[in-house]
């Protein structure tokens, strides 16, 4: 199972990024994929879950209405929309599977990949 997270880069703050979390080894369509940050000196941030058919979404209050989720489980694939970027979205993202959306009990980990918002 290996989740890897894509798509990171600089942009400047009221700019867009999109995300990627792509999946080899399993299906990613029969799990949840929660989106995490984590910036320096920061504790992890769950930022967006969504479910494994796409019917249930969940967004940290600090990105609501900014960032969007979404998958395409015929690409296997799912996407984090990040929107009207602030400098404080910078952090390393990371993409997480599990059977269902539980922030604190995510199963399988990609590696991250970094998005820095300039201001």
């Known amino acids: 199972v290996q989740l890897q997270a894509f798509g990171g880069g600089l942009v400047q703050a009221g700019g867009s990024l999109r995300l990627s979390c792509a999946a080899s080894g399993f299906t990613l369509g029969a799990y949840a994929i929660a989106w995490f940050r984590q910036a320096p000196g920061k504790e992890r941030e769950g930022v967006s879950c969504?479910?494994?058919?796409?019917?249930?979404?969940y967004y940290a209050d600090s990105v609501k209405g900014r960032f969007t989720i979404s998958r395409d489980n015929a690409k296997n694939t799912v996407y984090l929309q990040m929107n009207s970027l602030k400098p404080e979205d910078t952090a390393v993202y990371y993409c997480a599977a599990s059977r269902r959306c539980d922030l604190y009990g995510m199963d399988y980990w990609g590696k991250g990949t970094l998005v820095t918002v300039s201001s």
């Open positions: 969504i479910g494994s058919s796409g019917g249930f979404t």
